[in-house]
């Protein structure tokens, strides 16, 4: 315990000696801490008051702390004062000392660490997390940060702490994706979106958790994902106005666009981003902005600001001892004043660079020796003192070795009895007692592993969505190409035809006019269709189609389409041929139904040559109604077959009266005719003609 009384003494004297007067802050003073565990809700105000700077409130809850611990509780009550002076020492950007504070009340706990109670296990976890996210911070030490904070994490399972854990998960997503491990960040990253389902976080931290998921998008080169999730982080950001949050999104946006080099795009973000930095009055991140404005300035070629920016972010670091953003600021100047011919500027920036990092190398080096040889020593007296602690304890045992044989000899009878009464009890109660813990242990594994499974499930759920959604983009992608390229012809068709009227209309005879204007007609019809198609497609895309389910008899549905289609079948002297359906009836749509029957006849009259035939059947199976279209036309094959309703790769072929088509009617087909109940296919390909099939419900029956 020596070698803790120097930095328990520094932390007493700050907690009551320097701030021994201050009067308590209304919010505690005025606050009645969780009964079932008042020290985690002290801390978790602590850490409040740091984050807002307001270290004299800190302090203050350390000393109401201690007034709050049993005397037989004063090395708890020292740990909890050195995590908060380590945190603030953090907050004011005195790493060493933080880290040092921190570990000695880690090195406390290990002291007392038999004892398992929830208020250790709570201020151990603290202290971990803590840790690891000074070395993420501070030294980038990503695997050391991933040991501390998945050890912190455990602890807050254990305990049942979820807001802990997600805080674990948060600082996890953040170490993997600067150790370049995105897949697993963005793993711990929705793991602690998960969370927030049945946890209350701060909102603040969950702005942070949902910029971090767009980060990771952004690295996997999924803008549009990344987007979405950061100006969804932008906009909760904002609306509690966290100047914080929003200064990080805004950069992390112009960053993204930087490294893409998007530098026209990167500069808004990376301004504002700066000025905000300013208005914080943050070093760091004033110098991050800063550097990262050089960089812009320096893709955009222009020198002067580019050289001002890092000059600006040099002087910042230098003042602040940030060396790592010196170094980077170093760099960009060496290579602007290069760029600029400069090259005499640009060799002493780059000698400077190189001097300030061989100088972290070897301090760096020399800080871990002094580690190494510190932890040895420490160990070395740990050894020493478990070789004493052992020698007095035998020598106890001999002790009451002894005294406990000479006691049996004078009582061996009565004690023989009571022990072997005694014996009985003792192993009745434990006997109960590890049926009773088997059986807990038992439910808390079944709990555990449900929830687990429910976790899994929940996540490939996401995934799967996540797949569909981008499977589904590529999809429309290619979709919208095929459409730009068919809504580009009858309209180009239209532009060229009327053009040429325009400039030799007065000159054109009265048939070639005519001839004119039935060929716009022909591009204005073939336009007007693809447009229907393509509105109704949209509709059922984005679920605005709904449906009115009725009563509809086949033959008035045959005898409405057949009528709006006469004409289209008259000009190619098609005759329709309807095959008398009788009183059957089925439950569908009316618009669908008509609009699945109208496609299905407007192809066949397309495909069929002139003077031939199109024939109309309907029947009855089972609870369905088969309807059919038939024709004498230039039918399909089985490659065609297997491509007719997709979208992706839709079927496209011109009618026998070089009539354009794009395939879209039929793949609108099938969704209306899936969402009514039925099944629409074709025939296999026979060389004679072709025939398309669709099923609907029978109408129900009274």
Request: aromatic fraction near 8%; charge should be neutral.
């Amino acid at each position: 315990m020596n070698r803790y009384l120097g930095v328990i003494g520094l932390v007493i004297w700050a907690v009551t000696g320097a701030h021994g007067n201050c009067p308590l802050s209304p919010d505690i003073d005025g606050t009645s801490p969780n009964p079932d565990d008042p020290i985690s809700v002290m801390l978790d105000r602590a850490e409040s008051y740091v984050r807002d700077g307001r270290y004299d409130s800190a302090f203050c809850v350390a000393r109401r702390m201690k007034a709050m611990e049993r005397p037989e509780d004063n090395q708890i009550a020292d740990i909890h004062n050195l995590f908060i002076l380590g945190i603030i020492k953090a907050a004011q950007f005195q790493s060493d000392s933080a880290r040092i504070l921190l570990e000695k009340g880690l090195d406390l706990v290990k002291t007392i660490e038999p004892d398992s109670s929830l208020q250790l296990l709570t201020i151990k976890g603290r202290l971990l997390f803590r840790l690891g996210y000074m070395h993420m911070i501070h030294s980038a030490s990503y695997e050391l940060v991933q040991d501390y904070v998945i050890q912190s994490l455990k602890i807050g399972e254990k305990i049942k702490d979820n807001r802990h854990v997600f805080a674990c998960y948060r600082i996890l997503a953040f170490n993997q994706r600067l150790a370049g491990n995105t897949k697993e960040a963005l793993e711990y990253a929705h793991e602690a979106l998960l969370l927030t389902s049945g946890v209350s976080v701060d909102t603040s931290q969950l702005i942070s958790v949902i910029n971090e998921i767009g980060n990771n998008y952004g690295i996997l080169k999924m803008e549009d994902s990344m987007r979405y999730f950061q100006e969804k982080a932008l906009k909760m950001a904002q609306e509690i106005k966290d100047s914080n949050a929003i200064n990080y999104i805004v950069h992390d946006i112009g960053h993204y666009f930087l490294m893409e080099g998007q530098y026209d795009a990167a500069l808004n973000y990376l301004l504002e981003a700066h000025q905000i930095s300013k208005k914080r009055g943050h070093s760091r991140e004033e110098a991050v902005s800063s550097s990262n404005l050089g960089h812009c300035y320096l893709g955009l070629e222009n020198l002067p600001m580019s050289i001002f920016y890092f000059t600006y972010a040099l002087d910042v670091a230098a003042k602040n001892n940030l060396r790592s953003e010196e170094l980077n600021a170093l760099e960009g100047l060496a290579e602007a004043f290069w760029r600029s011919g400069q090259t005499r500027k640009a060799y002493i920036y780059l000698r400077k660079h190189n001097i300030l990092s061989d100088s972290l190398f070897n301090s760096e080096k020399s800080k871990l020796l002094d580690e190494i040889q510190v932890q040895y020593k420490t160990e070395k007296k740990q050894r020493e003192n478990d070789i004493l602690k052992y020698d007095i304890a035998m020598k106890e045992l001999s002790l009451r070795h002894a005294k406990r044989t000479r006691n049996f000899i004078i009582w061996i009878f009565g004690t023989v009895v009571l022990f072997i009464g005694l014996m009985t009890v003792v192993l009745l109660i434990r006997n109960k007692e590890k049926v009773r813990a088997n059986r807990l242990l038992a439910q808390q594994n079944e709990e555990i592993i449900s929830q687990r499974d429910r976790l899994s499930h929940l996540l490939e759920a996401l995934r799967n969505n996540e797949a569909a959604l981008l499977e589904s983009n590529a999809t429309k992608d290619k979709f919208f190409s095929i459409i730009a390229h068919d809504l580009k012809n009858p309209v180009a068709a239209m532009a060229g035809l009327t053009d040429f009227m325009s400039a030799h209309f007065s000159g054109m005879s009265e048939s070639d006019r005519m001839a004119f204007f039935s060929r716009i007609n022909a591009s204005a019809a073939s336009l007007s269709r693809l447009v229907e198609n393509l509105l109704q497609w949209s509709r059922t895309q984005n679920n605005k189609v709904t449906i009115h389910p009725e009563d509809l008899s086949v033959r008035d549905l045959v005898d409405s389409v057949t009528g709006t289609l006469s004409a289209m079948a008259d000009r190619k002297q098609i005759r329709i041929v309807t095959v008398p359906p009788g009183a059957l009836m089925v439950r569908s749509d009316r618009d669908m139904a008509e609009f699945i029957l109208r496609n299905l006849v407007s192809n066949a009259i397309k495909f069929s040559h002139p003077g031939g035939q199109v024939w109309i059947s309907a029947y009855s199976r089972d609870t369905m109604v088969i309807i059919g279209v038939r024709d004498e036309g230039m039918g399909i094959t089985e490659e065609q077959r297997s491509v007719l309703f997709k979208t992706d790769n839709p079927f496209r072929q011109r009618g026998t009266g070089n009539e354009e088509g794009t395939g879209l009617g039929l793949a609108i087909s099938k969704e209306f005719v899936e969402r009514n109940g039925g099944e629409i296919w074709a025939e296999k390909a026979n060389g004679k003609g072709s025939g398309f099939f669709f099923s609907l419900p029978v109408a129900n029956k009274v």
